[in-house]
Structure formats: C-alpha cells, structure tokens
C-alpha cells in the first residue's frame, strides 16, 4: 500500500494530440490497443501500474473526444466512444476502465456547468490532463448515500472525508468528487489532485482489473474554489444522459473484455497440437463439443457489440432531444447492452478456462485474467435492477429511474 500526496507535474514534455473526428478517433484507438495488448498480461500479473500507458493513451488525444466542439474537442458520438472504449477494454481490461469516471465527470460538466467552468475545465482535458474520481463510499446503507462534506470557509469550501472505488484517482491531475453541502444537496467537485489535506491511497487489491488503482482517497479540510463546484444532484433530477453515458461505457468495457477472452479461446484451441503444446500453426478443429461452444459464444459475442452501437444511437438522439422519452428509451437500450455484456463476458472467460482447462490458469499465460476481470468489474451495479427496469418498461410503459446505475 502506498500514499501519494506530492504535487503532481499536470502536463508533460510531449505534446498532446488533438483528434478532430470520430474516424481519427477510432483509427488511434486501434493503434493505441494493439500498442497496450504486447504486455496486458504482464501488467495483470505482475500489478505493474500503467502510468506510461495512460501518459500515451492521454497524450494521444483521446481523453478529449467528447470534448464538445464549441469547445475545441472532437464531440464524437456515443458510438464512437463506446468503441473506444470497448478496443482499449479488448486489449487490457484496466486501461479500458480508468477513463470511465473521466468521461463521466465530463458529461457532468456539459450538462450541469456554466460556461467558464466548461471553457477552463475542458481546455485542461485537451492540454493531457485526466480527471479521476472519487465518487463511492464505504460503510454507507446504500451505495448512493454521500457522507463526504462540503462546509463554507469565505468565498471557498472545505471538504472531509473518505472515498473508495477510486478508479483513476491515482493517475490523475483533477479528482472529481462527490459532496454533500450543510444543506444536503450533492455537488462534484473538481479538485486539484496536489491540493493540501488530499492523499490518494494505493490499497486497491482487487483479484481483478488489479492496475486500476480503485483505492482510497482521503480529504483532511481539503479547500476548493468555488469556481470547482459543479451541481450533481440536479443532474439526476431533469431529463439529462449522465446515467446512460456513464452505463454505456460499463457495457463497452465488458464488451470488450469478452472480445478479449473470445480471441484468446480461438487461439488457444487453433494452435494446440496438444492442450499444453503451442504449435504456433493454426488448424482446423473437428471436435463437435468445442465447435457448438464457439459457435454459441460468437453469436452472444456479436449481439453483445450490435447492441452496444444501437445504444449508443439512442443515446446520441437523446443527446441532442433531451426529452424525458428520448432519455428512457437511450437508458432502456443501455441497460439491454449492459445486461448482454454483462452475461457474455463471465461466458467468454468461462469458456475459456473450459476449452484451454488447466493450461488457463498458468500464470505466464495469463488467460485467467479475462475472467477475473470481468467478474470484478460486472459487480459494479445489479445488473437484476436492469432486467427489471427493461421488464417494466416494455411490460407496463414505466420509465427507468434517473440515476447513474441505469
């Protein structure tokens, strides 16, 4: 377990790229996942922190693309940023999942900050720095109850308390957070991560998604500007798509992890001439069983990634109509990508232990790390709440609720 609470350098020497399209968005992205794919394995086994990976994944521009135009960035779609998220997730399940509470932080800013904050915030984001999170708490009655408090102190606040789940927190140079005010209501602030009284806390041990870094942070009479305040609740209390964005990019992440474990199982069962012999010569396979089984998890496979891009067409209509109708069908169709990628990527690393047996769980082959990383990372909201919300709505015409988990 380490603490980090030293001032951060917020920009490096090199220069940050800026992504005008969806189409160089997408095309850097696959460079970027066949770059970060060579040593996934290597960085699961061994926990080696990925601070140069997110340096280059930073740097290349695409923490910025939903950055909207009006302000410089590419404003890419929800298609394409799902994509981009579910390519970075196929080649290490960590990279995939640390810019998710960045984007969402940003979805916060679009729908709920005033102009300047937008311009400043989003104009850091496009100079390379990444915003991490500190969001959920332990020890509340429910995972949306906040105790983190946000007190008066001139014309700033004050914040205390403690946080967990902190996906990014330790690689990043602003830590959204969330806060409760004295008169109960929730805002995110968008702290500096070299702010006095911060301290950032390695002690994230998940068997899973295990470079994360989703420790602890800890606010000890923490100040913020008060130009870092942004309203949160309110985002929750019209029709806006800062839950639906933030499902979607769960949905692509696991997504992505079954496309990683579905590649793996096909290579696996190609090039064994025998279950521990890797022949590196791939050849045709006749056993009925295996054929059935692959045949099953393709079709999962590719129903998972056709609904993961129909979500996120709904979710640009409602983007651009912000309607309360246009808001639940985009969070009923996110709930259904979620609720398959959820399903198929536990399925993919399944079959994999199943078709590659004891072979799987050797350490220099790393295969075992799709499953884990999806068992980890599928715990993150019920995925039953989604059944029943899809359930209820084509069944009795009742719209999902308005919260970031649906």
């Not at 135009?69 to 940023?81: H, I, M, P, R």
């Not at 080649?91 to 937008?118: C, K, M, T, W």
């Not at 169709?333 to 079959?351: F, K």
């Amino acid at each position: 377990m380490s603490i980090q609470t030293a001032p951060r350098e917020t920009q490096a020497a090199t220069a940050v790229a800026v992504i005008r399209d969806d189409v160089e968005a997408l095309t850097v992205a696959r460079s970027l996942a066949e770059h970060f794919r060579q040593h996934s394995s290597a960085r699961d086994r061994e926990r080696r922190l990925p601070h140069l990976e997110l340096e280059q994944f930073s740097r290349s521009g695409l923490w910025g693309i939903s950055v909207p135009k009006a302000f410089g960035g590419a404003g890419v779609s929800n298609v394409t940023l799902a994509e981009v998220i579910r390519l970075i997730s196929a080649a290490d399940g960590s990279l995939g999942q640390i810019p998710q509470n960045h984007f969402y932080a940003l979805e916060v800013l679009r729908v709920n900050g005033h102009p300047e904050q937008q311009k400043r915030l989003y104009a850091e984001v496009l100079a390379g720095q990444r915003f991490g999170n500190a969001l959920a708490e332990l020890g509340t009655k429910t995972a949306h109850d906040r105790t983190t408090r946000l007190r008066r102190d001139g014309t700033g606040w004050r914040i205390n308390g403690r946080k967990f789940y902190s996906t990014g927190a330790l690689y990043a140079q602003r830590i959204p957070t969330s806060v409760i005010d004295e008169d109960g209501v929730q805002h995110l602030t968008f702290v500096p991560a070299n702010a006095t009284g911060l301290s950032v806390i390695d002690d994230w041990s998940g068997f899973g998604q295990r470079t994360t870094g989703s420790g602890s942070v800890m606010f000890d009479n923490v100040y913020v500007d008060a130009d870092d305040v942004v309203p949160f609740q309110t985002a929750f209390e019209r029709p806006t798509t800062v839950g639906p964005l933030a499902q979607i990019l769960h949905a692509a992440i696991d997504t992505g992890i079954a496309r990683a474990a579905y590649e793996d199982a096909l290579h696996f069962v190609r090039t064994r001439t025998r279950p521990w012999i890797d022949s590196g010569i791939e050849k045709a396979v006749d056993d009925p069983l295996t054929l059935h089984s692959f045949g099953k998890l393709a079709i999962r496979l590719h129903a998972a990634e056709a609904l993961l891009e129909r979500a996120g067409e709904y979710l640009d209509r409602a983007q651009t109509e912000t309607t309360a109708n246009n808001l639940a069908e985009a969070s009923i169709a996110v709930a259904e990508a979620r609720a398959i990628s959820t399903d198929i990527s536990l399925a993919a690393g399944s079959t994999l232990f199943e078709l590659a047996g004891s072979q799987a769980t050797l350490a220099e082959h790393g295969l075992d790390r799709h499953w884990r990383n999806a068992r980890v990372h599928t715990l993150h909201d019920p995925v039953r709440w989604k059944y029943h919300a899809i359930g209820n709505f084509y069944l009795n015409d009742v719209n999902p609720p308005r919260r970031g988990t649906i």
